[in-house]
């Protein structure tokens, strides 16, 4: 049992290239979310899938797409990366709301763009 | 949308002392409110959390309360120890919005 597993860990990306965060959970989750987080920050809910099919704005979408493939995976598209997407990126999920689950996180990928 | 606000963003305490974090929140309909500790290069690791039908929860040397009319809740730490020193994250949700929206975060550093 994996969890929350997100690919790559470490990315270099020149302004302007465009990639693609992939996570996928293994834990049979409804809901899954893309978190960004910058130094000295909190994290910040850029898209979310609150069941499968379905995709949601969070606080700071712009610049950023997703795709919720399939129940396990929900992945994260920079189109046109710029210096400010430079981040640590949190992929999360949890199961319903409703009956007292938690949210897991994955180990988190950090992307610099020069 | 929900705002959440954590206080304070730094503190320091001695081995064996209490530290309080406290956040508070803008969404009455917020009705989950976890707390998670991360440390350098980790992932957030939830240590509890409690709901809005409870006004407090402990595990150990760590309880949490909850203030539904003030709109505020607390983190408490008794017995600090060294390896409680992280940066600590409140967050809120409720199950309309279903999702966390995050403090700022508190670094707490305990001096052995």
């Known amino acids: 049992n994996a969890g929350v597993t997100q690919t790559p860990k470490f990315q270099v990306l020149k302004t302007g290239q465009s990639m693609t965060l992939q996570c996928a959970q293994d834990?049979?989750?409804?809901?899954m979310y893309w978190y960004r987080q910058d130094p000295g920050m909190g994290l910040r809910l850029i898209y979310y899938s609150a069941s499968e099919g379905t995709t949601d704005k969070g606080e700071v979408p712009n610049g950023y797409n997703v795709s919720r493939l399939n129940k396990r995976e929900f992945s994260l598209r920079l189109e046109s990366a710029a210096p400010s997407q430079t981040s640590v990126y949190f992929c999360?999920?949890?199961?319903?709301?409703?009956?007292?689950?938690?949210?897991?996180f994955g180990e988190g990928s950090w992307l610099t763009v020069v | 949308g929900e705002n959440v606000e954590q206080h304070p963003s730094t503190l320091s305490v001695q081995e064996g002392d209490s530290a309080v974090i406290k956040c508070t929140y803008s969404d009455s309909a917020s009705n989950y409110f976890p707390w998670y500790k991360q440390e350098l290069g980790k992932r957030p690791q939830l240590i509890i959390d409690i709901r809005s039908n409870v006004g407090e929860k402990k595990d150990q040397r760590i309880a949490v309360t909850l203030n539904k009319t003030a709109k505020h809740f607390s983190l408490h730490i008794t017995e600090t120890q060294p390896e409680d020193s992280a940066v600590y994250f409140c967050?809120?949700?409720?199950?309309?919005?279903?999702?966390?929206?995050f403090g700022s975060g508190t670094r707490l550093q305990v001096q052995p």
């Open positions: 967050a809120a949700s409720s199950t309309g919005r279903r999702a966390l929206t």
């Open positions: 999360a999920s949890i199961g319903d709301w409703h009956s007292g689950n938690t949210i897991y």
């Open positions: 834990m049979n989750h409804n809901s």
